[in-house]
C-alpha cells in the first residue's frame, strides 16, 4: 500500500517502484451477439483474469498463438480496450478508473505500434502530419519547434529527414514501419506496446526494425510490451517472456529458464514446433505435434484450459484434478518463473519437447557447427578487406557483431 | 497422426533411413522435372519486369527441393510459370523449358495442360481460405478433381473422398463432406487443401508458402503430414517458403533465390552449413534463432532488393554486399560450381580465385 501511495504522484521519480505497469485480474470480454434483436447469446473471454507486472525498463514479451488474448492484453493495458473486470495500474495510477481529461494527458506516457504497416498509416497524410499530429493532441511543439521535432524524430528512426513531405505510399513496409515507430516516439513516451511490430516484414526487414527498437530501448529508457507468435524473435528481445493460452498466462519468467526449462506442457509444445535453420538440428529433434485446434474461448474447457491438448494429461494417466480445477499461476523453481500447472515440477523434468536444448550445447561444442563457419569466416575476412572497398554505410552494421568465435562462450557466460 | 495420444516422437533413426531410402530413389532415376533457363517478364507502363530471369534447376522423383527467398526475389512466379499460371497480360513466359516426366510443359496444348494440372501436378497454396470455393461443399470440391481426372463415378469418387479425408487426419470424414470451407478452421482447410492436392495421386506437388497463414503448432501438423504423405506416396514437393526454418526441416535441396535469379543452389546440409554467397549468410545470420544464444543485435542486410526494371550487368546483390568489389559490379557472376557435388553458388568472392577463402 505504501508504494501505491507514493507513487500516486507521477511526476516523483520511480525510486522503489520498479513495476510501470501492473495488471491485476483483468478480465476482457466480448458478447456475442445473435438473432434479429442481436440479443447477447454468450461471452468471449478473449482475456480472462490475468494478473501480471511490467516492470520498469524491461522488454516484456508476450507469445501465443492466434486468439489467445495477446493483443487484448495490449491494448487494455492502456485502455484501447476497456476491461470487463480488474486493474491496470500505470506507474501507480488506475487506469481503469480514470476519466477522459486525466486519461489523454497520461497516454503521452503509453504509446502503441501496430502489426500492419499498411493499414496503420492514414495514406492521405505525409509522413511530417502523421508524426506531428501527436504533437498537435499533446500541446507539445508548435511551428518551427514542432519542423524540428519531426526531422529529429525521423532522424532517429533512420529515415531521411527530407521526406517529411511524402506519402506511405511512396514507402517501404519497413520504412512504414519506422514511421509508425517515430509517431509513437514523438510524444516521449515511457511505455509502449508493440504489437507484432515485424510480422508482416521480410525477414532481413525484420532484423534492422527489431535492431532499431533495441537500440531506442537502450537510449531512450524505454519499457515495452513485446506481443508476438514468432518465439525466436521474444526469445531475442525479451527481458521476461510471457506465454498465453486461451485467456490465460500459463507461464511467465526469464526466457533462459523459459526456454531451457519451460515449466507448462504448452511452452514446450509450442517450443517443439518452431522450425529451427539447422537442417542436422531438425532431423533430430522430437517434436510435440498437439492435435486439433484451440478450443473456443467462448466456451474453454473446464479445469486447465489446455488439458484438451496437453501431452502432459495423457502421459500423467489423465488426472483429475486438470479437468475439474483451472491451475492458478505459482512459483516454480524459484528463478522467478511462474507457471499455471497442477504439474509444473513433473513437466520441468521431462525432456519432451527440448529437443534443441540438448542439442544447443551439442551445437555451440562443435567448431563447424553451421552458423558459426559463416560468422567465423565473416570475422576473419574484416581483417583482409581493405576499408575502401566496403560500402561505408554497411561497415557499423557487421563492426556491431560481437567478435567472432567469442560469439559462442563469450555470449553463453554471463559476464 | 491417428494415435490417441499426441505425441509424436520421430527418433532420428527412422529419420535417417527414410532419407537414404529417398536419397537412393532419387539418385536411380532420372529427374522428373528439369527446368532450362525459365524467363518470365511481366510488362508494365513502367518497363519490363524480370521476375524470373533465366532460372535452371531440376527436380528427382520423390525428392522435396525448396525455393526460398524473400518477398518479390520470383519464387512464387517460378512455380507459376512451370504450371503456365502466370497471369498474361502482362506477365509472358519469354524463354526456357519445363520438362516435366519427359514433356515440355511450354509446348503443351492448353487442353493438354488442363488434362495435367491437378491430376499429375497438386497444388497447395498459401491461403486455403481463398482457393476453396466458400460456396461448394468440401465433399464436392474434392470430388470434382477426381470425377474430372480420374472419370470415377460419383459413388466411387465420394468413397475416395472419404479415405483422403481419413489420410489428412480430418476426424468423422463422412459426415464432413457436406461442411462447407468456412465450418472449417484454417488448419482444416489446408488439411482439405492437401487431400485435393493428392486426389488425383500426383508425381508432383507444388507447395506455395503452405503453413504462412497458420499457428506455430498447426504448421507443425501440416508440415509432419505433407512430408508424411509425400514420402508414403513417393510424391516430390517443391516447397517455397520464406522461412528458413521450415526449408531446412522438410527439403533435400535448396535453390535460394534473389531478385529473380538462383544465387545458390545446394544440399539442404550444405546450404545451412557452408553456404558461400554472402546474400544466404546475411538471410541465416538475420534471423533470430531459438537455438542460439542470445546477443544485442542482430546482423541486418542493408538496403532492399532492387528493382527488376533495367537491371545491369552486375551482381543483383552488390549493393548491399559487404563484400562486394569491382569485379561484381563490372559483370554479373554466373552459377559456378563449388567444393561439394550438387552446391553452386553465383558469386565472384567465393569463386575460383577470388577473394573469400
Not at chain 1, 525498463?57 to 495477446?70: A, D, H, M, Q
Not at chain 1, 489446455?306 to 499461476?329: A, M, S, V
Not at chain 2, 488448419?187 to 508425381?203: E, W
Not at chain 2, 549493393?319 to 550438387?342: S, V
Request: charged share 25%.
Amino acid at each position: 500500500m505504501t508504494a501505491a501511495t507514493e507513487r500516486a504522484a507521477p511526476a516523483a521519480e520511480g525510486g522503489n517502484g520498479h513495476d510501470l505497469v501492473e495488471v491485476k485480474n483483468l478480465k476482457v470480454y466480448f458478447p456475442i451477439r445473435a438473432g434479429i434483436f442481436k440479443t447477447v447469446q454468450g461471452t468471449v473471454k478473449a482475456v480472462d483474469d490475468i494478473t501480471f507486472e511490467v516492470r520498469r525498463g524491461e522488454t516484456l514479451g508476450l507469445v501465443g498463438e492466434s486468439g489467445c488474448g495477446k493483443s487484448t492484453t495490449g491494448r487494455a493495458l492502456i485502455r484501447l480496450r476497456e476491461p470487463t473486470e480488474g486493474t491496470v495500474m500505470f506507474d501507480g495510477v488506475d487506469l481503469t478508473s480514470l476519466k477522459t481529461g486525466p486519461l489523454r494527458r497520461l497516454r503521452r506516457r503509453m504509446q502503441i505500434i501496430f502489426q500492419d504497416p499498411y493499414g496503420s498509416l492514414d495514406p492521405r497524410m505525409t509522413v511530417g502530419s502523421i508524426i506531428s499530429e501527436p504533437l498537435e493532441t499533446h500541446n507539445l511543439a508548435k511551428g518551427e519547434a514542432k519542423r524540428e521535432r519531426v526531422a529529429e524524430l525521423l532522424k532517429m528512426v533512420g529515415l531521411d529527414p527530407s521526406y517529411v513531405n511524402r506519402y506511405p505510399h511512396e514507402f517501404s513496409g519497413g520504412q512504414r514501419q519506422r514511421i509508425g515507430v517515430a509517431r509513437a516516439l514523438a510524444v516521449e513516451p515511457e511505455f509502449i506496446v508493440c504489437d507484432e511490430p515485424i510480422s508482416a516484414l521480410d525477414v532481413s526487414i525484420q532484423a534492422q526494425v527489431l535492431n532499431l527498437l533495441t537500440d531506442l530501448r537502450d537510449r531512450l529508457g524505454l519499457t515495452y510490451l513485446f506481443i508476438a507468435h514468432d518465439l525466436s524473435v521474444v526469445k531475442h528481445i525479451s527481458d521476461r517472456v510471457a506465454v498465453m493460452y486461451l485467456g490465460k498466462i500459463v507461464e511467465i519468467g526469464p526466457p533462459d529458464t523459459i526456454y531451457a526449462a519451460p515449466a507448462h506442457p504448452y511452452t514446450r509444445a509450442l517450443l517443439s514446433a518452431v522450425p529451427v535453420p539447422d537442417p542436422q538440428m531438425e532431423r533430430r529433434r522430437r517434436r510435440v505435434i498437439l492435435t486439433g485446434d484451440v478450443p473456443s474461448p467462448a466456451n474453454p474447457p473446464s479445469g486447465c484450459r489446455f488439458h484438451t491438448r496437453c501431452w502432459l494429461y495423457e502421459q500423467l494417466g489423465k488426472p483429475e484434478n486438470c479437468r475439474t480445477i483451472d491451475p492458478p499461476l505459482r512459483e516454480v523453481g524459484g528463478t522467478d518463473q511462474k507457471a499455471a500447472c497442477h504439474y509444473a515440477e513433473d513437466c520441468i523434468k521431462s525432456d519432451v519437447g527440448v529437443a534443441h536444448i540438448d542439442d544447443r550445447a551439442v551445437r555451440h561444442g562443435t567448431p563447424e557447427a553451421a552458423l558459426r563457419v559463416a560468422h567465423k569466416s565473416t570475422a576473419e575476412l574484416m581483417g583482409e578487406i581493405p576499408e575502401g572497398d566496403i560500402d561505408k554505410a554497411l561497415i557499423p552494421s557487421i563492426e556491431e557483431v560481437p567478435p567472432a568465435g567469442g560469439s559462442d562462450e563469450g555470449g553463453a557466460k554471463p559476464n | 497422426m491417428e494415435e490417441a495420444v499426441s505425441l509424436e516422437v520421430t527418433p532420428d533413426e527412422a529419420a535417417r533411413i527414410t532419407r537414404e531410402q529417398r536419397e537412393t530413389k532419387a539418385a536411380k532415376s532420372k529427374n522428373l522435372l528439369e527446368v532450362k533457363n525459365l524467363s518470365t517478364h511481366f510488362f508494365t507502363p513502367d518497363g519490363v519486369v524480370h521476375a524470373v530471369d533465366d532460372v535452371s534447376f531440376e527436380l528427382g522423383y520423390g525428392e522435396t527441393l525448396g525455393l526460398v527467398g524473400e518477398s518479390g526475389c520470383g519464387k512464387s512466379v517460378t512455380a507459376l510459370s512451370l504450371t503456365r499460371l502466370v497471369p498474361n497480360p502482362p506477365g509472358k513466359i519469354v524463354s526456357g523449358s519445363v520438362v516435366f516426366d519427359g514433356v515440355d510443359l511450354l509446348k503443351l496444348s492448353d487442353e493438354g495442360m488442363r488434362k495435367l494440372r491437378g491430376k499429375e501436378i497438386g497444388f497447395i497454396f498459401q491461403d486455403p481460405l481463398t482457393s476453396l470455393n466458400p460456396t461448394l461443399t468440401i465433399g464436392y470440391q474434392i470430388a470434382e478433381s477426381i470425377r474430372q481426372h480420374m472419370g470415377l463415378s460419383k459413388k466411387a469418387s465420394y468413397d475416395r473422398v472419404v479415405e483422403l479425408l481419413d489420410k489428412v487426419g480430418i476426424p468423422r470424414a463422412r459426415d464432413r463432406l457436406g461442411d462447407y470451407p468456412h465450418q472449417f478452421s484454417g488448419g482444416m482447410r489446408q488439411r482439405v487443401m492437401i487431400a485435393i492436392a493428392l486426389s488425383c495421386d500426383p508425381k508432383l506437388i507444388l507447395a506455395d508458402e503452405p503453413t504462412t497463414a497458420l499457428d506455430v503448432t498447426i504448421q507443425a501438423q501440416i508440415l509432419e503430414l505433407i512430408s508424411v504423405l509425400s514420402d508414403e506416396f513417393g510424391t516430390a514437393v517443391l516447397l517455397i517458403t520464406h522461412d528458413l526454418g521450415i526449408a531446412a526441416g522438410m527439403c533435400d535441396r535448396v535453390n535460394v533465390m534473389y531478385a529473380g535469379r538462383i544465387v545458390e543452389t545446394g544440399s539442404v546440409d550444405v546450404i545451412f552449413e557452408r553456404p558461400r554467397m554472402p546474400y544466404a549468410w546475411g538471410l541465416l545470420d538475420s534471423l533470430p534463432r531459438l537455438d542460439d544464444v542470445r546477443s544485442d543485435r542482430l546482423r541486418t542486410i542493408e538496403g532492399l532488393p532492387p528493382l527488376l526494371i533495367n537491371v545491369p550487368d552486375a551482381c543483383r546483390f552488390n549493393p548491399r554486399c559487404a563484400y562486394a568489389r569491382d569485379a561484381c559490379r563490372d559483370h554479373e557472376p554466373g552459377l559456378t560450381p563449388r567444393e561439394e557435388p550438387g552446391h553452386y553458388a553465383r558469386c565472384w568472392a567465393t569463386d575460383k580465385g577470388g577473394w573469400i577463402p
